[in-house]
């Protein structure tokens, strides 16, 4: 579901709301988790997750092209974690007409007998 998707449903879902509006109350809620984690805070929202600040340490990286080493300098990234509900609806049968996943155990030919044993 992208941006103008959500906007599109909260404003068929509520018909009090028109488009403008739906559009500021996305922009609103987006804006607070955006400002809360520039400012190194956590937000939670029950029951679906939490949103919170990782920090990278500065490490040497490898530019793929030509090998050489490069310095990649500490960063903080955005990390969402989901929550116990969230979880356990995602992990609810999906069920879209025509759609089977496979979802069988995918076993591997190369048992721990293999290990430090080359590919055929």
């Given at each position: ?87 356990e609806l995602v992990d609810q049968q999906i069920n879209i ?24």
């Open positions: 579901m992208t941006r103008s998707e959500l906007i599109a449903l909260l404003a068929q879902r509520f018909p009090q709301l028109v488009q403008k509006d739906a559009e500021l109350a996305v922009a609103e809620i987006l804006g607070a988790v955006g400002n809360a984690l520039s400012r190194g805070g956590r937000v939670e929202i029950r029951g679906f997750g939490s949103f919170s600040v990782n920090y990278r340490p500065p490490r040497i990286g490898r530019n793929p092209k030509t090998g050489e080493s490069v310095c990649v300098p500490a960063k903080r990234v955005p990390h969402f974690k989901a929550g116990k509900e969230l979880r007409p025509g759609y089977e996943p496979d979802f069988g155990c995918v076993t591997s030919t190369y048992g721990p007998e293999t290990v430090g044993q080359v590919a055929p």
